[in-house]
C-alpha cells in the first residue's frame, strides 16, 4: 500500500516538474512555453491589429487590409426618433466636384461635373437658431471650431491661428472678409476648398451646421441674439 502510494506520489512529482520546468526556456525574456496561448492572447478580431501576422505566421491575403471594416456608403447613423435629427443625418445631397478627386483626395464619393459649389449657395441651415437654444448652439460651436478649426482660423476668426501665425500656413481668409452663403459654408467645410481639406469625416452634418452658426457669429456679433419677446433681434440670415 506504501509502495503504491510513494510510486503515485513520484510519478505525480516527475510530471509535474516536466510540465512546469518544460516551459523553462534559457532567454529571460521569453515567457516559456505556453500551453494555452489564445487565453493570454486573445485572437479576436480588433479593429486596428494587422492579422496579417499572428505569432510569426503570415496569412498574405489578409496582410496591410483593414481589419475594421468601413460601413456600406450612405449608411445613416442611429440618431434616435427625433426625425429632424434624423434628417440631419441623411447623406449630403450635394457631391463633390470632379477636380476635388485629385486636390481633397475625393475617392469612392459620386462627384460631379457641375459647379455643386455654386448651387449650394441656396442652401439654408437647417439647425434653426430659437431664443431658447441658440446659446448653446454657440457653445457647442465653440467646443468644435476649439478643436478643429481655431489652428488655422484664429480664436479671433480673422484668419491668424498659430498654424498661421507660425509662418507653415497661408491662405486662411478673415471670416469678416466672406461674402457667401450659409450653404457655401457648408460645402467648403464639408468637401474643402483650396487648402482647406475635407471635415466630412470627422464632423457629422448637425456639427457642421453648427459651426456654420459659429463662423456668422463672427461675421457679426449681433447673429443669434434675440429680444425680450423672443423675437430675433437680428435678422437670423445676414448673407
Ligand atoms: C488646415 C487649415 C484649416 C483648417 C483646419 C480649417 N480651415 Fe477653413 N479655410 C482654410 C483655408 C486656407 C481657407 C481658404 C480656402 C480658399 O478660399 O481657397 C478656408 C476657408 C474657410 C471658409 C470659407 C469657405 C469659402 O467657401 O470661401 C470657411 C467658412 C471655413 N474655412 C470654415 C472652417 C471651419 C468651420 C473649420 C473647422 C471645422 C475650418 N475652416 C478648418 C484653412 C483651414
Known sequence: MKLKFTAIASLTIVAASTLILGSCTADADSSGLEFMPDMYRSPAIEPYVDYGEIR???????????????????TIPYYGTDSSKVMMMLPYHRKAMLP?????????????????????????????????????????GKTLFASNCAHCHGDAG???????????????????????????????????????GS????????????????VKKFQNAEYGKFDANGAVAVPASID
Not at 441656396?122 to 430659437?130: A, E, H, Q, W, Y
Not at 471635415?199 to 459659429?214: A, D, G, P, Q, R
Request: proline share 4%.
Open 100 to 140: 476635388f478627386r485629385e486636390t481633397h483626395g475625393m475617392y469612392g464619393v459620386d462627384l460631379s461635373a457641375n459647379d455643386e459649389y455654386l448651387a449650394s449657395a441656396v442652401d439654408v441651415n437647417p439647425f434653426k437658431l430659437t431664443a431658447t437654444n441658440s446659446e448653446e448652439i454657440f457653445k457647442a
Open 199 to 214: 471635415h466630412s469625416s470627422i464632423l457629422n452634418k448637425k456639427e457642421i451646421w453648427t459651426l456654420v452658426h459659429y
Open 158 to 196: 480673422d484668419g491668424n491661428g498659430p498654424m498661421v501665425a507660425s509662418g507653415a500656413y497661408a491662405g486662411v481668409p478673415n471670416y469678416k472678409n466672406l461674402t457667401i452663403t450659409e450653404g457655401q459654408m457648408f460645402y467648403s467645410i464639408y468637401y474643402g476648398k483650396g487648402a482647406m
Open 56 to 74: 510569426g505566421r503570415e496569412n498574405k491575403a489578409v496582410k496591410m487590409k483593414l481589419s475594421a471594416f468601413t460601413p456600406p456608403s450612405y
